[in-house]
Each structure stands twice: as structure tokens, then as C-alpha cells.
């Protein structure tokens, strides 16, 4: 089983639906919970943080961390074909000097306008 | 500079050669790090410099493979006798401190590097 798993779609949604992305992770150390976008031909780019347990808001993207069950999510609302990307979610345990970001394998969505 | 630089951004290589592949950090971001992305999964870390030193080099794959950041700016990672399972992007990004901070890393736009 790997650290963080996550469905890798592809998952297409038609402009303006609700849409829930998640992740499952096996190491009850993780604290730090991210999650990325990456549009084809380019780096990730992050959208939310969050660290610990709980939701977190801005604007159309909410993260929702839940470490009881080991799951995180982000809902996108109101979706946009702008928001047609891989969404990758990514975390780590570790303070101080480690630098290990561990990423799920991304989940490919696409809007249809 | 704005963003994170990666040169090149492409690089077509025979099996067994040697490559570099360059990373031009955000101004004044301490953290440099390095990923791999293999098609369809998602960046494995490989190396973590703070200044000049690796504070983390655990995801190194093999003794292939070496990173340096002489001044604290600059990196490069160095690919001995490639292999054509060393096709994939490479990612640098940085962070003004250190790890796990809130603000994330920036990314590159990353080398995608093609051994045949």
C-alpha cells in the first residue's frame, strides 16, 4: 500500500458543478496537508494549506482534512473549464530540516463548458 | 527573479551519458528542492538544499545522481550514466525558509529529460 493514494480519474464535470477531489493516507505522522494544481507542461502550483485537522475556504476551493480517518479533500464549486487540470494532493510530517513533500498520483479533471 | 527557472527544458540523451539539468531559484529563498515526475504519477522527491548544504538527499535513487548549490542560489543536479529508466520531468522548486512553511513551494515548469 502506498503513503497517500489518490483516484486518478480521469473525472470530467460539466461547468458550474460541485466537485470533490480526495486523498487517503496511511501514516498517522503527516500534519501538513497540501494540495496542488498542475496544468499539462508545467509545475504544480499550490492552492490550499492546511495544517492539522479541519476546513479550510477561499473562494470556490474549500480543504477539508479529517486525520480520524486519514482523509483529505478539496470541493471546487461553481467549477470553470479554467479549473481543467491535474489536481495533485501532497503531505508531510516532518518539522525542521526534512524537505519530503510525499504526493498522491493526481487526479485529471476536466470541465465541459 | 519571479518565478523558478529550469533550464533546458527539454533534453534528448543516449543511454550511458552525462547530464545537468540547472535550477534558478526565487531570489532569496533559502530552500531549493528537487522532484521526479514519471507520466502519470506524481513528483517523488529526490534532494533538499538549505543554503548550500543537503539537508535531505534520502530520495536520491542511486549513487548516479548528484546535486549541488555552491552559493546558496543556483543548483544543479547531475545524472552519471544515464539510463533510459531515468526518462522523466525534473522539478526544482524553492521556499523562503524552509519546509512545510505556509506559503508552499514555487515550482519550476520542470526539465523533461529523454534518454534513448
Known amino acids: 500500500q502506498k503513503e497517500v493514494e489518490q483516484d486518478p480519474g480521469p473525472l470530467s464535470v460539466p461547468e458550474g458543478a460541485i466537485v470533490s477531489l480526495n486523498c487517503t493516507y496511511s501514516n498517522s505522522a503527516f500534519q501538513y496537508f497540501m494540495w496542488y494544481r498542475q496544468y499539462s507542461r508545467k509545475g504544480p502550483e499550490l492552492l490550499m494549506y492546511?495544517?492539522?485537522?479541519g476546513n479550510k475556504e477561499d473562494g470556490r476551493f474549500t480543504a477539508q482534512v479529517d486525520k480520524s480517518s486519514k482523509y483529505i479533500s478539496l470541493f471546487i464549486r461553481d467549477s470553470q473549464p479554467s479549473d481543467s487540470a491535474t489536481y495533485l494532493c501532497?503531505?508531510?510530517?516532518?518539522?525542521?530540516?526534512?524537505?519530503?513533500?510525499?504526493f498522491g498520483k493526481g487526479t485529471k479533471l476536466s470541465v465541459k463548458p | 527573479g519571479a518565478g523558478v527557472s529550469q533550464t533546458p527544458s527539454n533534453k534528448v540523451t543516449e543511454k550511458g551519458k552525462y547530464v545537468e539539468l540547472r535550477c534558478d531559484p526565487i531570489s532569496g529563498h533559502t530552500a531549493l528542492y528537487w522532484y521526479r515526475q514519471s507520466l502519470g504519477q506524481g513528483p517523488e522527491f529526490l534532494i533538499y538544499?538549505?543554503?548550500?548544504?543537503?539537508?535531505?538527499d534520502s530520495g536520491l535513487p542511486n549513487d548516479r545522481f548528484f546535486a549541488v548549490r555552491p552559493e546558496g542560489s543556483v543548483s544543479t543536479l547531475k545524472i552519471q550514466r544515464t539510463e533510459r529508466g531515468d526518462s522523466a520531468v525534473y522539478l526544482c522548486?524553492?521556499?523562503?525558509?524552509?519546509?512545510?512553511?505556509?506559503?508552499?513551494?514555487?515550482f519550476g515548469s520542470g526539465t523533461r529529460l529523454t534518454v534513448v
Open positions: 522548486a524553492s521556499s523562503l525558509t524552509g519546509p512545510n512553511q505556509r506559503g508552499g513551494y514555487t
Open positions: 492546511t495544517y492539522s485537522s
Open positions: 538544499f538549505q543554503g548550500t548544504g543537503a539537508a535531505d
Open positions: 501532497a503531505m508531510s510530517g516532518y518539522g525542521g530540516s526534512q524537505g519530503n513533500l510525499i
